[in-house]
């Protein structure tokens, strides 16, 4: 791996994390150095949610050690999927949400500072318009910025989003990208988990294959294998190369597809 940074951000070493007496990874070693953009790809159930967990230091490992450098700052983008949209709160509020309130002297000068924060950051987003707007009459890419804001107003070292496409159609999930890179050209770190794998992870410098242990980790060109995939997803798949990148097809057999139009017929 080419290193970024001269220290590492986050160490994973030998991790297994349970729920129970059930493992749901085991023996995850990888580092996070400054600078990079990651993407964990892996099946359902394969952990990335897990890992994303102990990486923000939610839930502590059962083996193995994580370290972070000292006085480390993570922002982090939830599944859009899990909020409850019905909720009577404005975008506005929603950001402001995580940042600290005085409750001593000098409040309301600290609250201003805070509201213009939080606007900065809605307008760097392309979202100052609707700071007023509730949150339940947002479209999918409105609401995936709305908690990037909400991450991104604590100026994190580390950006950690949890499937940022998962439920967005083409035209959002290419915005987000673009949006993304621009953050992470300004010098932010991301890590983020998708099962989008031509979509999202192909686009992306580092790739760590995972399904409960780390399968690969390396760029999409030294990833994206067949072999890889196979182990990773545990079904079949093809990689083509279209316009200089790697293009992922799962490969269901010879004779399937005639076999389902026999049995449709």
Known sequence: ?????????????????????????????????????????????????????????????????????????IGYVPQVELVDWSFPVTV??????????????????????????????????????????????????????????????HEPEVLVLDEPAGSVDVATRHEMLHLLADIHHAGTTIVLTTHDINGLAAHLPRIVCLNRTVIADGPPEHVLHPYVLERTYGAPMQVLQHGGMPVVIE???????????????
């Open 1 to 73: 791996m080419t290193v970024l940074g001269d220290e590492p951000l986050v160490r994973f070493e030998h991790v297994s994390c349970t729920y129970g007496a059930a493992p749901v990874v085991q023996d995850v070693s990888f580092v996070v150095h400054e600078r990079e953009f990651v993407g964990i790809v892996g099946p359902s159930g394969g952990g990335k949610t897990t890992v994303l967990r102990a990486l923000l230091g939610s839930i502590a490992p059962a083996f193995g050690a994580i370290e972070w450098r000292d006085g480390i700052r």
């Open 92 to 153: 506005g509020e929603v950001v402001s949400m995580t940042m600290p309130r005085p409750r001593f002297r000098r409040r309301s000068t600290t609250t201003a500072a805070a509201d213009r924060t939080v606007a900065g950051v809605l307008d760097q987003l392309g979202l100052g318009d609707l700071q007023r707007r509730p949150i339940g009459a947002l479209s999918g890419g409105q609401q995936q910025r709305v908690f990037l804001a909400r991450a991104l107003v």
């Open 251 to 265: 490969h269901h057999g010879h004779g399937l597809h005639d076999r389902l139009r026999g049995r449709s017929a």
